[in-house]
């Protein structure tokens, strides 16, 4: 299959490895180089607050891919050196180190940096985890009888706090959200975690927010509410979101809000994409941009960008999906989960903590949710599948 010279793909994680791949997969031949801001090969994030974190893995199993079979790849890699400037009319991409690199397409693959809280800068014992370097400092740092404070109950945070407490340490997980995962899955599966979390041992102290961080020196002592109390800690972890790494495209002339603003192909501007969660594209079933920050994503919105590149002309309609882990409840949520949705368990029970709930938003069917449900969770997916309009 024909295509483009020269393919640059700036970010070296799952989105811009799953580009490469996409693209080899269907017959390109032309050259590819990669360019990463981490010195590490390409390697998955999902695993980092769980298997990485607990020390079940070490970091070599985090990988995504052998060095045999990036090999296989005949690409160029660029690690360690981030991109700072982008010339989109010459797609020359401008890195750290001085390296102008230009190609016939860019696909801009570089994913989010985390949120950070006032003050937390050069403090001892603060950590966020985003890279497996992140992980890695953060489990150098959970020894036996710490007081750990998870700021934040989303996803991510849930997820750490669930690895620390399984590790044994003293855990308080807050934020302003009255659950854990309140606005990722509602009122009826948040209460449910927030009962799993209780009942593990979590100290919950959600509802109120943080304002900032105590400390003795250059040490983190504690985290402050908005109500003036003091959570003591010895370590913390700020999980309070992220934001599209998009700085250093500034100047550039590309849209920016909230990511890479693109068309129904991913195109942000010609021989210019944006894949993963820096990406947030025209749906056009949904009729609204979109940018969706979940593992599979990136892989399916990958392949698709890699078959436009060489000439197809389909729309990116995704339906989501993520999935999590959190002690022994493994939840998989499909579609659009609308807090103000109407949900209905359709299978099991939510006491027995195995169970699919059915989420609707004015009469449609947007989206289904499995707890320890899998198989069940996913047939029901084909519900919201030929919905005209999800939301």
Request: proline share 5%.
């Amino acid at each position: 299959m024909t295509g483009p010279a020269r393919v640059l793909v700036v970010g070296a994680s799952a989105a811009g490895l799953s580009t490469v791949e996409a693209l080899r997969r269907k017959g390109y031949a032309g050259e590819v180089v990669v360019l990463g801001a981490e010195p590490h090969a390409p390697y998955d994030r999902p695993p980092l607050s769980k298997q990485v974190l607990s020390g079940a893995w070490e970091p070599d199993r985090a990988a995504l891919r052998t060095l045999e079979a990036l090999s296989a790849l005949d690409a160029d890699l660029v690690l360690g050196d981030s991109a700072v400037a982008l010339d989109p009319v010459t797609r020359t991409v401008r890195t750290a180190s001085g390296r102008e690199l230009r190609a016939d397409a860019v696909v801009i693959a570089t994913g989010l940096r985390p949120r950070t809280l006032p003050g937390q800068e050069g403090l001892a014992g603060v950590h966020v985890l985003r890279t497996l370097d992140d992980a890695l400092a953060l489990r150098r740092n959970l020894s036996d009888g710490a007081r750990l404070v998870v700021v934040g109950e989303g996803v991510l945070g849930a997820e750490i706090t669930a690895t620390a407490r399984m590790l044994g340490l003293d855990v308080t997980m807050t934020g302003p959200q009255p659950a854990p995962m309140a606005l990722q899955v509602g009122p009826l599966v948040s209460a449910a975690l927030a009962a799993l979390h209780h009942e593990r041992g979590v100290r919950l102290r959600l509802g109120d927010g943080v304002v900032g961080l105590t400390a003795e020196g250059t040490r983190v002592t504690g985290v402050r509410l908005g109500t003036g109390e003091v959570l003591p800690a010895d370590v913390v972890v700020v999980a309070i979101g992220a934001f599209p790494a998009t700085e250093w495209l500034a100047g550039s002339g590309l849209c920016l809000e909230n990511g890479v603003v693109c068309d129904t192909r991913c195109r942000a501007a010609d021989g210019i994409y944006a894949v993963g969660d820096v990406s947030r594209w025209h749906h056009e079933r949904l009729g609204r941009l979109v940018r969706l920050e979940n593992r599979t994503n990136a892989t399916a919105q990958a392949t698709a960008v890699a078959g436009v590149i060489l000439g197809a002309d389909e729309p990116y309609v995704p339906v989501p999906y993520f999935w999590t882990d959190q002690f022994d409840a493994k939840l998989q949520v499909h579609g659009f989960l609308p807090v103000d949705a109407d949900v209905d368990v359709v299978e099991g029970e939510v006491a027995a903590r195995r169970f699919v709930a059915r989420y609707r938003s004015g009469g449609v069917v947007t989206g289904v949710l499995g707890w320890n449900m899998p198989k069940q969770a996913r047939l029901r997916r084909a519900e919201i599948d030929d919905v005209p309009a999800l939301l």
